[in-house]
């Protein structure tokens, strides 16, 4: 159990929660929804998007059990029947938060590079933050409510009766996942190996 390293994490989490929160809600204004700007996510401050049992909580939890990494920001309220293009305006909406991870985490390895002589403890918390946001964009690519990538399965026209089912047990099922098979893991080694990638990148 890593008390440190799983405060590091909690920390991480907050800090791309709001990039990728942010994401979500700048690009459904851009399609035509002002459900977002109403309810005040358009914005970089990181109290709008805390959901503090998603951003805080649980991933402390899961961090220091060692089940993978389980944790999101308070979701944007989004209303399809506004957005230009629909459901599949929906996806695009989804897409946005796990694009801003994999953009934040480019930026973080540069951060990263720039400060490995300079400031040693800043590199390395940029470099978690690289793997923890590579981590982000791929957990939120799981099609299962709550998370990102089910908005896919609407985009895909699943039979809504079938997806509110899915979002019925969406967070007993994330937890067994998490906690009972490889995909936590698995995730885990993926970001590892595309977070080192990158970082060679501005070596």
Request: proline share 5%; aromatic share 8%.
């Amino acid at each position: 159990m890593d008390l440190q390293g799983a405060l590091i994490n909690v920390a991480l989490l907050w800090l791309l929660t709001t990039p990728h929160e942010f994401a979500h809600a700048w690009v459904a204004t851009k399609l035509g929804d002002d459900t977002p700007l109403r309810e005040g996510r358009v914005t970089l401050n990181p109290l709008a998007h805390v959901d503090w049992i998603g951003t805080v909580l649980l991933p402390a939890v899961t961090s220091l059990a060692g089940a993978g990494f389980l944790g999101w920001g308070k979701p944007v309220n989004t209303n399809p029947s506004k957005l230009r293009y629909g459901l599949n305006g929906l996806a695009l909406v989804a897409l946005a938060g796990p694009a801003s991870n994999v953009v934040f985490a480019v930026v973080l390895a540069a951060v990263a590079a720039a400060t490995a002589h300079a400031n040693l403890a800043v590199a390395n918390f940029a470099a978690q933050g690289v793997r923890l946001s590579l981590y982000l964009a791929l957990f939120n690519m799981i099609p299962v409510p709550p998370l990102d990538g089910s908005k896919l399965l609407l985009a895909a026209r699943v039979p809504v009766q079938v997806y509110t089912a899915l979002a019925r047990y969406g967070f007993l099922l994330l937890i067994v996942l998490m906690a009972y098979t490889e995909v936590g893991i698995t995730l885990s080694a993926w970001s590892v190996q595309t977070a080192r990638a990158m970082l060679g990148w501005f070596r």
